[in-house]
């Protein structure tokens, strides 16, 4: 099928979630991608921080086939080889000794909220309310909806969850005033990344920390955009020399292939006991397989070190480009997650980079977001700043 065929299917079957777009992209090979057309673009995107590895990685390929020619699917009712393998390899590269895998983001932060809940139940001191950020963004069921702090994605949908309230991210004060005896626990992601690629002043995440713990409530840390590499640690509260009790990863756990997971310390994983919780598709052969092979290139020696290099080479052009260009306000960004605030909206500079063959997105109407796979080198960067300067310079 071309665009236009791919276009005409889609208005007149697919439920209308998410508006007409430019393009459909139907192949890629580790930072390109062409279109049904045929017309190749250099990825920017990595399918909102989903890709890290770029795509079809030929070692995630190789493990998504010989998994797929042995075992696809089993339930939970039997052990699952890759996911213990997957667990295991977790276990030793975070602080989370115990995990659970669903599908996504936002059944990671739903299993965050309920496995809470039933920690300060099974310790026999209840406190099922929740404290959440502002511009935070959680993922799309209803309670993680209600957590994600922002009415767009809550209208139409009330009645929402009770008992999670919201704060201001990045303001210590308003969070110890929110902290009551029937909050059990904090959940926000160490870096904004839907809410406009917002990064907290230093020392606010350990003040966080501190704090959790003395009013002795959990702290959950949504990494699912943050994780996986893309700060330039494999968890962005690495950074801070800091560990949450709870822990959520998706987007880019598995490469592209559908997964989400929820790490936790030994003790909060006593919160759930058997029956407690379940997901058909959790941590399936396939899945994990992919998730494993991921881990493997992502945590080999040199690779985040790259990620730091490289986001520090993109760092320094986006600062250039403030420079030259007064439309942008600030650049924000770590390893390579990036988001340049501009006065003005950002969709049309974003449909002009489509146009020149560069693939970014949006963070929030003003803030144009940068997530590249992580495997792009200073020659992408060069061409993707050159854009981007010419799209500036000749608004
Ligand atoms: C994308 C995202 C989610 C939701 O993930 P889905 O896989 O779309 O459910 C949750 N939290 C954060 C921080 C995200 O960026």
Known sequence: MNTAQIKELNDKHVINTYGARKLALVRGEGVTLWDADGKEYLDFFAGIAVTNLGHCHPKVTEAIRKQAGTLVHV????????????????????????????????????????????????????????????????????????????????????????????????????????????????????????????????????????????????????????????????????????????????????????MGALGCTEDVASGFSVGSHACTFGGNPLSSAAAVATLNVLLAPGFLENVVKTGAYLMSGLQGLAKNHSVITEVRGKG?????????????????????????????????????????TTAHVDRAISTLDDILGGR
């Open 75 to 258: 339930s939970n009712l039997y052990y699952i080889e890759p996911q213990v393998e997957l667990a295991a390899l977790l276990a030793k590269h975070t602080f989370a000794p115990r995990w659970f895998f669903c599908n996504c983001g936002a059944t990671a932060n739903e299993a965050a909220i309920k496995i809470a809940r039933r920690y300060w139940v099974q310790k026999g001191t209840p406190k099922p309310e929740l404290v959440a950020m502002n511009q935070s963004f959680h993922g799309r069921t209803i309670a993680a909806i209600t957590a994600t702090g922002q009415p767009k994605y809550q209208e139409g949908f009330e009645p929402l969850l009770p008992g999670i309230h919201h704060v201001p991210f990045d303001d210590i004060g308003a969070l110890a005033g929110a902290i009551t005896p029937q909050v059990g626990a904090v959940m926000l992601e160490p870096i904004q990344g839907e809410g406009g690629v917002r990064i907290p002043s230093e020392g606010y995440l350990k003040a966080v920390r501190a704090l959790c713990t003395e009013r002795n409530v959990l702290l959950i840390f949504d990494e699912v955009q943050t994780g996986m590499g893309r700060t330039g640690k494999f968890m962005a509260h690495e950074l801070d020399g800091i560990t949450p009790d709870i822990v959520t990863l998706a987007k880019g756990l598995a490469n592209g292939v559908p």
């Open 336 to 376: 390579l997650m990036f988001g340049v605030e501009m006065k003005e909206p950002v969709a049309p500079v974003i449909g002009k980079m489509l146009d020149r063959g560069i693939i970014c997105g949006p963070a929030g109407p003003n803030v144009l977001r940068f997530l590249p796979p992580l495997v792009i």
